[in-house]
């Protein structure tokens, strides 16, 4: 694997491809620069090498939400809004440009000298970067003399920045920093795993990790599965699950799953009970289940102190944790607890010698809301990207940097 680690940019301008898509508020205030951040240590390379940077991302989706007359929202999205939060953290002026592929964009990057970066408008603003357009890639490609891609949580798309540019930098592209670290990680986790290996699994559906339970099935030693997914299985099983979510078309797959976990010898704990609430909101009542017993009009919102002490003892003994999803609607304080036990007992584990990957999406907004980025192995930026790789998927980003 070729890093930016591995390349002089003395001379170079360099066009990376960077995630800074970040949330913001209404006023268009950044809440959370950590994607901005992750990006940095790539950045800082290139600059100390005598390199200058074009960095490229998107924002949001502009062409799924566009304004009443059909035209684009370019105050909505526009990545201006991250040019003086990224100035400040380099600690120099980053120059943007209104468009990435007018002849104004080529005059500013082509004129870039040593030391300074330009920061290209907002990628999908054209629908050819999320159709994979080679001439977009192309016009694109004009930017720079050599291709680092960053941008891991886009790794599995195969966007025009993301893909098909690479073509254009025969012998001159890497991967930056971030996106060497995400796949290191994600290796050590899927192919070198020290044992007893646990995935904990959660979030709102099991279509979702359907990929990602088989894959790991034979991989890993215990799977633990919370959130909503969990009241399929039950509902699969017989149980009466309230009001939970559930997918009835996916009750068939649940079984399947549990079978080939039993004959793989692979532990697939459920947890048994779940705090329940009478309605989906910060004011609901709230009371203690058994998940084969949630009675009508309520629904399972969080796992129960059984389960998390069941979670508990398997995560304390596991020299590997993957997490992926949160056990409960840890968003909403009285359904926290299961998912801030969970990431207590990895931090416990972590510090005790285990090797632990957050993977991303809820799992690293958990990890964050809780205090404990600093005190894990390991939080992903991948979100979709990461997930994919767990399910045994080619990464179109990946790959276009190893071909």
Same mark, same amino acid.
């Given at each position: ?64 939400? =566009?304004?009443? %007359?059909?035209?684009?929202?370019? &105050?909505? *999205?526009? @990545?201006?809004?991250?040019? +003086?939060?990224?100035?400040? $953290?380099?600690?120099?002026?980053? =120059?943007?440009? %209104?468009?990435?592929?007018?002849? &104004?964009? *080529?005059? @500013?990057?082509?004129?870039? +000298?040593?030391?300074?970066? $330009? ?285």
């Amino acid at each position: 694997m070729i890093t930016a680690g591995n390349i002089s940019f003395s001379g170079v301008r360099a066009l990376v491809r960077v995630d800074f898509n970040v949330p913001m508020d209404k006023s268009f205030h950044i809440t959370d620069d950590s994607r901005i951040r992750a990006a940095l240590p790539t950045i800082r390379k290139i600059l100390a090498d005598g390199g200058s940077v074009v960095l490229m991302s998107h924002l949001g989706r502009p062409q799924k939400k =566009l304004k009443e %007359d059909g035209s684009l929202d370019r &105050e909505k *999205f526009t @990545l201006q809004h991250t040019v +003086k939060r990224a100035s400040e $953290l380099l600690g120099r002026p980053v =120059l943007f440009s %209104d468009d990435c592929i007018g002849e &104004e964009a *080529f005059q @500013l990057s082509s004129s870039l +000298k040593p030391g300074e970066v $330009l920061l290209l408008e907002n990628l999908r603003f054209y629908k050819e970067e999320e159709k994979g357009s080679r001439d977009f890639a192309g016009k694109l490609a004009r930017h720079g003399t050599y291709y680092v891609n960053d941008a891991f949580g886009t790794a599995h798309r195969a966007h025009a920045s993301t893909a098909i540019i690479a073509e254009f930098f025969p012998g001159r592209k890497c991967f930056g920093f971030l996106m060497a670290a995400e796949l290191e990680n994600a290796e050590k986790v899927m192919n070198n795993s020290g044992h007893p290996f646990t995935a904990i699994l959660g979030g709102a559906k099991v279509s979702d990790k359907i990929r990602i339970i088989e894959n790991l099935i034979g991989k890993a030693d215990n799977i633990l599965i919370g959130g909503g997914m969990a009241y399929t299985f039950f509902r699969a099983m017989g149980g009466h699950i309230g009001n939970s979510l559930t997918e009835d078309d996916k009750l068939d797959m649940a079984l399947r799953l549990m079978e080939k976990a039993r004959t793989a010898g692979c532990n697939l704990l459920l947890p048994e009970d779940s705090v329940i609430g009478d309605k989906f909101d910060h004011d609901a009542s709230t009371r203690i289940a058994s998940n084969r017993e949630i009675p009508d009009g309520w629904m399972g919102l969080d796992i129960g102190p059984e389960s998390i002490r069941a979670f508990e003892k398997v995560v304390h003994s596991s020299r590997t944790i993957l997490w992926n999803g949160p056990m409960g609607v840890f968003e909403m304080k009285k359904f926290e607890e299961g998912t801030r036990k969970i990431a207590e007992a990895v931090v416990q584990a972590t510090g005790n010698g285990a090797w632990s990957l957050i993977g991303g999406g809820d799992s690293a907004a958990a990890i964050s809301k809780f205090g404990f980025e600093k005190q894990v192995s390991y939080v992903s930026t991948g979100g979709g990207a990461l997930l994919e790789y767990f399910e045994g998927k080619t990464l179109p980003g990946v790959k276009a940097l190893i071909d």
